[in-house]
């Protein structure tokens, strides 16, 4: 299993940037999705999910409005924008691939993009 982030970098407050996730090794179609964040000291939080089909979205309170999440599962790729950007957007921005199997939660994890949001 293999996931790719990209499209990290540095913005100023206010812009935006748009997070691409490339799935192989897994068949892209049948496993929800994630974007979590990870910022300095802080622990791993939830940005956005999607199902599998792409028709259960849940957002994170802090990004709801500004942040949209995506897939194409003809292209395996899973996508965030990232619209008006605040500096405590600023971490580390990891996929996830995940199915429920009999109640065990069964994951993969990409390496990380880092994003960086300036006053």
């Known amino acids: 299993v293999q996931l790719v982030e990209s499209g990290g970098g540095l913005v100023q407050a206010g812009g935006s940037l748009r997070l691409s996730c490339a799935a192989s090794g897994i068949t892209f179609r049948i496993n929800d999705m994630g974007w979590y964040r990870q910022a300095p000291g802080k622990q791993r939080e939830l940005v956005a999910e999607?199902?599998?089909?792409?028709?259960?979205?849940n957002y994170a309170d802090s990004v709801k409005g500004r942040f949209t999440i995506s897939r194409d599962n003809a292209k395996n790729t899973m996508y965030l924008q990232m619209n008006s950007l605040k500096p405590e957007d600023t971490a580390v921005y990891y996929c996830?691939?995940?199915?429920?199997?009999?109640?065990?939660?069964?994951?993969?994890w990409g390496q990380g993009t880092q994003v960086t949001v300036s006053s």
């Open positions: 999607i199902s599998s089909g792409g028709d259960i979205i």
């Open positions: 996830h691939a995940y199915k429920i199997v009999l109640g065990v939660h069964i994951g993969s």
